[in-house]
């Protein structure tokens, strides 16, 4: 085993361990078969406008599929991430940026850029194509506008003001053989995710022209209502506890086959956090505002809450309901500077009755100034109980908000921003938002539990009570307001919903409803041969450490992750230049063992899809929000972020292991606590079987493999792996060519698809080869991407079940394409897709076969050789 010197770092280990350990005898020794039965070879999950519309398949497993990203990171891994579009191009066509390229099926899900504080005009145009045809091209801060009309529209686009500093393009586009992302001017920022599918089956052609109306008024709808099907036989379980502290209280016990659909939670003596960062508009004489929200048309009333701005003294408008005079805002005295103020109107039911939508228009009567309005939530009585079925938030950072509501105002005297408090009492203020932390929601299904997280991040604010508004749960500060999720949770036997009290305040009235519905299709798919994973939130708390990104998640088996709400306390005091460098962070995520990272992100807030430091303050859309910033007060010491991001169309699937980790600052070098709810579906079992390796540098792993090649030459490599371990060298052997390379592996016989791991070197992009299997074409295997200063690389290809189901041995054949780079490898390792089994179990009986081949140590891998790196100096924050 003279391949690399592995480094004796223990994450390398572990990770490696799931690449290079052999699960059954490997070399040319035969494979056993899975006995059980393999996942659907097809399995890509929802396909284009399908992850919008089937929110109730979110529990499925998924195949041979892999979602990752383009971004502009530093391939130094420092932080001119984008600052100068060094890394921003993988090459130019003309005077063009090619930002985003894929040989073979897959499917554009996220496009996300920044510069220039989220203004975009300096990029030019972007050009989207698909199996060579170009699907988009327009001005891309016309397409982040809305100007180009649906699909493109809000929320499935976002500008600068909708997003608090970045623009973004959500609509899915699949090919089927090829994609290419192109602007016209270096675009500085960006990230471009993407799935991989290993053959086109099932993958539909886009077409640029449905404008998926059903998908917007569903997202528009985000944080409101539920967005999946209403269930068949649903039933709620309702509970009202007081729980003593170090107590837990069980709210509901399920029987099933089934599914939870919907849980509320509310605490009554928790109030909402009282800094308030928004923006809104004012009017003069003769002027007034419109718009138009929904209404449950089951209601017995609706309720219209007002935020404004109480400084300015005797306001007084005239609110008409579709046309009908419903009532008066009257305003008399100041409450004092910096101050908010709600009050709230009961409309009657005659003038709501029935309807599920309303026009709301507001006029001027009277004012000392002007009459001003920053927010509006409307709450429908629905069976005695309040329900909050629309949000109109106006002011010039909410551009989409207003135009999906209609909104207009006439006679505007004043449009803005204000940072201002309501007036509450510190000391129930630290009371509630320990009640929010430490009071965790519990879930077991059939007799394990994988949901357990405190309340506040669970439904997406661990910072205190704001409002929340996403597509799978939200939070209503409002009177009464409930916190809400939509995750769906399958259960084959039971499912018990505890709150756990580990705060020292009794916790008073609290209120769980779990509305649920039977299933008998869940029971075999949760077995564990079957296609459904169980729902997980787990959360992690604790200091980030210098020089190692802070875990999210860490877990292995197999499953689909979804994304977290993240809750970060700054270090750095406030007098300090930059009290938000912890933001600078970015995100590597890992799955299966394989050491180069899915998706390198470019900084904390551009993984939320916004921008430098969250430019405006906060926001809301349907899969990314920022509620909550504190600073010096409310519970927070010195800078306090917290946000969500929902990775819905863009879900990454995983078939052993997964880890999500966030740097704190540009090096993983700024002090902070971080917090994090992570939310996935998943099973122990594995899906992935390893069946083969061969190190290049081993002449007896080649002729036992029948390795040729032509015109090869080899060389030495000491470098690092981007991501996390970019401070830990290796040295090892790699072997470049442009000529054909052939070699046979072993699979496993029951396979529905073989993965290739190739580790080589990085430095030059634009590898490519065809590959061939048994003397027929698979595919196209190409890495676009290079990076000559961390050199070491693990990319993967995998072959569709067609060319291996069945067999034991394939015939590997690599021929590259022309005025392709060198082609580079220093070992190949080869995974079967297989039916589910204990991971745990295959890596012991290994051992007792071949100690050596688990063991990262063996004296012939030789020691860690770490480099030392200089000091930089730090940029400023996007």
């Known amino acids: ?120 005009t300096k990029t030019g145009w972007i050009k989207v194509e698909l199996d060579g045809k170009t699907v988009l091209k327009a001005p891309l801060q016309d397409v982040v506008d809305g100007k180009l009309g649906a699909p493109y529209v809000w929320p499935l686009v976002g500008n600068r003001d909708d997003t608090s500093g970045g623009v973004v393009i959500k609509v899915p586009m699949p090919f089927r053989q090829s994609m290419r992302v192109t ?130 003294e005797n306001q007084l408008a005239n609110v008409l309901v579709d046309g009908v005079l419903a009532g008066q805002w009257r305003h008399k005295s100041r409450l004092g500077p910096l101050t908010w103020a709600e009050q709230s109107m009961a409309i009657a039911p005659a003038l709501t009755s029935g309807k599920s939508k309303i026009t709301v228009r507001n006029q001027f009567v009277s004012s000392d100034v002007d009459f001003n309005e920053f927010r509006y939530d409307v709450h429908s009585l629905v069976d005695g109980s309040w329900v909050r079925t629309d949000v109109m938030d106006p002011g010039p950072h909410r551009p ?213 430091y969250f430019r405006t303050g906060t926001f809301a859309m349907p899969a990314a929000g920022y509620p909550a910033h504190e600073v010096g007060g409310d519970g927070c010491q010195f800078d306090c972020t917290g946000a969500y991001r929902l990775m819905l169309t863009d879900a990454i699937p995983f078939s052993s292991a997964f880890r999500f980790g966030i740097e704190s600052g540009p090096l993983a070098d700024v002090a902070a606590d971080y917090s994090a709810t992570s939310y996935w579906y998943g099973k122990s079992q594995t899906t992935l079987r390893n069946t083969d390796r061969i190190d290049l540098a081993n002449a007896k792993e080649r002729e036992q493999h029948s390795y040729r090649v032509e015109s090869e030459t080899t060389a030495k490599l000491n470098s690092s792996f981007e991501g996390d371990d970019d401070h830990d060298a290796a040295t090892g052997t790699v072997t470049s060519t442009t000529g054909k390379v052939s070699f046979t592996v072993a699979v496993d016989q029951a396979n529905t698809g073989v993965q290739l791991v190739r580790t080589a070197d990085h430095a030059r992009p634009y590898q490519e080869v065809k590959v061939l299997v048994d003397g027929k074409e698979a595919g196209t295997w190409l890495q676009v991407t290079g990076n000559a200063s961390q050199r070491w690389l693990q990319d993967t290809f995998t072959i569709p079940a067609k060319f291996t189901s069945g067999k034991k041995q394939l015939a590997i054949t690599l021929e590259p394409a022309k005025n392709s780079a060198p082609w580079t490898a220093s070992d190949y390792t080869v995974r079967s897709y297989v039916g589910p089994y204990d991971a745990g179990a295959a890596r012991s009986a290994a051992q007792r076969l071949d100690p050596a081949a688990l063991d990262w140590r063996a004296a012939d891998r030789g020691p860690l050789v770490r480099d030392s790196r200089d000091p930089i100096s730090v940029r400023p924050g996007r």
């Open 400 to 612: 989409g908000e207003e135009l999906a509501h209609g909104y207009k105002v006439e006679k505007q005297t004043w449009q803005g921003r204000r940072s201002s408090y309501y007036p509450s009492d510190a000391g129930q203020v630290a009371a509630s938002d320990a009640v929010l932390t430490g009071t965790r929601l519990r879930i077991s299904f059939d007799g394990v539990t994988t949901v357990d997280a405190p309340i506040g991040e669970f439904f997406g604010s661990g910072l205190g009570e704001f409002d929340v508004r996403s597509l799978m749960f939200s939070m209503d500060p409002g009177e009464g307001g409930w916190y809400t999720a939509w995750w769906p949770m399958p259960f084959a036997r039971n499912a018990v919903v505890e709150l756990v009290n580990s705060s020292s305040t009794t916790v008073k009235g609290a209120s769980v409803e779990v509305t649920s519905a039977p299933d008998s299709t869940v029971a075999d798919r949760l077995g564990a041969k079957g296609s459904l994973g169980y729902f997980h939130a787990k959360h992690r708390s604790g200091a980030a450490e210098r020089d190692k990104d802070w875990l999210a998640v860490e877990t292995t088996g197999r499953g689909v992750y979804y994304g977290m709400t993240h809750s970060m306390r700054g270090k750095l005091p406030l007098g300090t230049d930059v009290p938000r460098l912890y933001l600078e962070g970015d995100e590597r995520i890992y799955s299966d063992g394989v050491l180069t990272p899915l998706q390198y992100g470019t900084g904390t807030e551009d993984f939320y899809e916004s921008g430098w």
């Open 183 to 312: 602007t016209q001017n270096n675009p500085l920022f960006h990230h471009v995710v993407y799935r991989t599918f290993a053959d086109a089956d099932g993958v539909p052609a886009f077409d640029p022209k449905d404008k998926a109306a059903d998908v917007i008024t569903r997202l528009r709808a985000s944080g409101l209502a539920d967005p999946k099907p209403q269930a068949r036989g649903a039933s709620t379980q309702k509970s009202t506890v007081d729980i003593q502290a170090g107590a837990a209280a069980k709210v509901a016990q399920l029987s099933g086959p089934a599914q939870i659909s919907q849980l509320r939670v509310r605490l009554p003596q928790v109030v909402p956090s009282p800094t308030v960062v928004d923006d809104g508009r004012a009017y003069g004489k003769d002027g007034g505002s419109s718009f138009t929200v929904a209404v449950h048309p089951k209601n017995t009333g609706v309720r219209l809450t007002r935020r404004y701005d109480p400084e300015v």
């Open 1 to 120: 085993m003279r391949g690399i010197r592995r480094p004796g770092h223990a994450r390398w280990r572990a990770a490696w361990a799931l690449i290079a350990a052999a699960a059954v005898a490997v070399a040319t020794a035969p494979v056993a078969s899975s006995q059980a039965a393999a996942p659907p070879a097809g399995d890509k999950g929802p396909l284009g406008w399908a992850a919008y519309r089937q929110f109730d398949g979110m529990a499925a497993l998924r195949g041979a599929t892999e979602t990752r990203q383009f971004s502009s990171y530093d391939r130094e891994g420092r932080n001119n991430d984008g600052f100068n579009g060094t890394y921003s191009c993988l090459r130019t066509v003309a005077t063009n940026c090619v930002i985003a390229e894929r040989a073979g099926a897959g499917e554009i899900e996220s496009i996300w850029f920044t510069r220039d504080e989220g203004v975009v």
